[in-house]
């Protein structure tokens, strides 16, 4: 698509757009009585208008039913999580007895490795991208020492070549076959945090397979963002917040991916609760864990109800603008006409003061652009926020923007881009 570099182009974008509609859906912060041009969905996504109206009616329930809100609600909470899969199925590829919703993401990752990290002398090592986000680091680090091993020897990192900010898939199809002997596992991110860089789960996956290691995914930052086929891929795991392109609430609720494969296999080792054992029996409360069959089997505590009537009311939209796919088709619009007018800032500068490290190639990121400023980066992301334009910052030289296929519009990424070519000239 031909971009142009105006106000009335975006603007026509805009009417153009079959799910313009869907901003009004959502609450923007304000700046000088104005919403906020917000593109930081990648780190908080905003929150959707009704979802305070969800989590009243579970505020009702609890008044009106008491501790008989697990039973006679209209929607049993016992039974609540259950309303979550088919939807959280769709947006991440799966059966919907794949998923379900538990704890916060980080838990989750020690939950699930619990189960498919299963080190042998000889096949002890995790294979994972170089930079993932810190609390994967930290998550992966323990999980070695825990069973003995030394995470300088047993982490295996790959990092992109020299000169280059991403990873190229045959560099880490390569590793792991490099690897092959002795990979317990493969776990990388969707998309990276810091890059915006969309990985090729598939080829990952397969990859790890035919190295006979498990393969997960961190999705933090690709579950509501991009297509995802985990059952046809047949990833072992996954796991994701809520918070980030899933508009559900700081510190929301986290999705669990495990695939059918491994629902009989009673050799997996797990940490168990009485929120995984089989529902018919959970109240019999006998000794001896048995758990449901799926990926509830994974659970371990009392449903959050509050956090999933939140969540509840963020997949609504999701079901309403039909599909992820949906949402991409208007997704890369938005993000190429961002990469546009960065490159037209720089064309206008006569230099590259601002290096997009996301990969040009759209099938490799979703909505975010990771931008390195040449200089003065903290000066100029002060800037935007004097503008109203909410991106974030990540030191030492990098701001992410991330416009989002549900609430922003083609006109938030003209506005962003205007300041950016503001801040350009003051710098
Ligand atoms: C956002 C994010 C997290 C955050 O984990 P919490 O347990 O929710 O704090 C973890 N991993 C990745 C890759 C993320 O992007």
């Not at 505020?59 to 039973?71: I, N, P, T």
């Not at 508009?247 to 009485?274: C, M, Q, Y």
């Not at 910052?393 to 938030?412: G, Q």
Request: aromatic share 12%.
């Amino acid at each position: 698509m031909n971009f142009e570099n105006s106000l009335a182009f975006a603007t026509q974008l805009d009417e153009q757009d079959p799910l313009s509609h869907f901003r009004s859906q959502f609450l923007f912060p304000k700046h000088n009585g104005k919403d906020a041009i917000y593109l930081c969905g990648n780190s908080l996504g905003l929150q959707p208008k009704a979802l305070s109206q969800y989590i009243a009616e579970q505020l009702q329930v609890w008044r009106d039913y008491a501790v008989e809100g697990w039973f006679q609600a209209e929607q049993p909470w016992l039974t609540y999580h259950q309303q979550l899969k088919a939807p959280l199925a769709r947006i991440v590829g799966a059966l919907p007895q794949e998923v379900t919703v538990m704890n916060s993401l980080t838990v989750n990752l020690h939950l699930l490795l619990v189960s498919f990290y299963q080190p042998t002398a000889k096949r002890y090592k995790i294979l994972m991208e170089g930079g993932a986000f810190p609390s994967d680091q930290y998550a992966v680090e323990s999980q070695v020492r825990f069973h003995g091993y030394a995470p300088d020897d047993a982490i295996i990192e790959v990092h992109p070549r020299p000169g280059e900010a991403t990873l190229r898939t045959q560099d880490i199809t390569e590793a792991i076959s490099q690897h092959a002997n002795e990979l317990a596992l493969v776990l990388f991110s969707g998309i990276n945090y810091y890059t915006g860089q969309f990985f090729d789960l598939e080829t990952i996956t397969k990859a790890g397979h035919q190295a006979g290691a498990y393969v997960g995914f961190d999705l933090a930052h690709a579950a509501g963002n991009v297509p995802l086929e985990l059952h046809k891929w047949g990833a072992d795991f996954a796991s994701w917040c809520s918070y980030k392109y899933m508009n559900s609430g700081p510190g929301g609720i986290s999705g669990v991916f495990v695939n059918e494969k491994h629902f009989d296999n009673t050799e997996l080792k797990r940490f168990a609760g009485w929120w995984g054992y089989h529902n018919e029996s959970r109240f019999q409360m006998e000794p001896g864990f048995k758990p449901e069959f799926g990926a509830e089997g994974w659970q371990v505590s009392t449903s959050p109800i509050l956090l999933m009537a939140a969540h509840k009311a963020s997949l609504d939209i999701f079901e309403q603008a039909g599909s992820v796919s949906a949402l991409r088709q208007k997704s890369l619009k938005l993000t190429a006409y961002l990469a546009f007018l960065i490159q037209q800032i720089n064309e206008r500068q006569g230099e590259e003061l601002f290096k997009i490290i996301t990969p040009d190639d759209a099938s490799q990121r979703g909505a975010q652009l990771s931008v390195i400023c040449k200089r003065n980066g903290k000066a100029i992301f002060d800037y935007l926020v004097t503008k109203g334009v909410i991106g974030d910052w990540r030191e030492p030289d990098v701001i992410r923007l991330s416009p989002v296929p549900l609430y922003n519009s083609f006109t938030d990424v003209f506005e962003a881009a205007k300041a950016l070519t503001e801040a350009a000239s003051n710098n």
